[in-house]
């Protein structure tokens, strides 16, 4: 996937959160939360998404892989029981959602799938996680066998 310059705060390099430029833009532009607020929120998403990620390959149809980022197909509901889990706002949990979804979009529209996703998405969210190495060193990124084509998922 081809990523976009993100000088927006919202910056795929950003090792707080995976969510791109455009994606932040979209979210930034839709969400009934500051701007500002939208890197804090998807920091905080990360934190407790990234530590669940072996939970989320189990679950979920894995729709994406890249070496920084994994993007997943998963139910409704699953944003407002992380809400509730980090103690978000309706609003800043709808920032956050926002932001996934359309990161997921993102995705489709790279990998010539932006179809597939949008129907997906009438009846399920994404979510995205980053994977690369934090800061103590271990790595939450991809093995090279670890890759599952969404065929192979369970279905939803």
């Known amino acids: 996937m081809t990523r976009d310059d993100a000088s927006d705060g919202g910056d795929s390099d950003d090792p707080e959160h995976p969510i791109d430029g455009t994606a932040f833009l979209k979210a930034a532009a839709l969400a009934s939360v500051p701007a500002d607020d939208l890197p804090d929120l998807l920091a905080r998403a990360q934190s407790d998404l990234g ?9 979920y149809e894995r729709v994406a892989a890249e070496p920084d980022r994994e993007t997943f197909l998963v139910e409704r509901g699953h944003w407002e029981r992380l809400g ?31 179809e597939e996703f949008d129907v997906a998405l009438e009846i399920r969210t994404g979510v995205v ?6 800061d ?4 939450t990124g991809l093995s090279e066998s670890a890759d599952v084509d969404s065929e192979d998922a369970p279905p939803r």
């Open 51 to 59: 530590p669940r990620i072996d939970e989320y390959r189990r679950q």
């Open 84 to 114: 509730t889990r980090l103690d978000l706002s309706a609003r800043e949990r709808d920032a956050v959602e926002r932001a996934h979804e359309a990161a997921l979009e993102r995705v489709g529209s790279a990998e010539d799938r932006r």
């Open 129 to 134: 996680i980053g994977t690369d190495a934090d």
């Open 136 to 139: 103590s060193g271990t790595d």
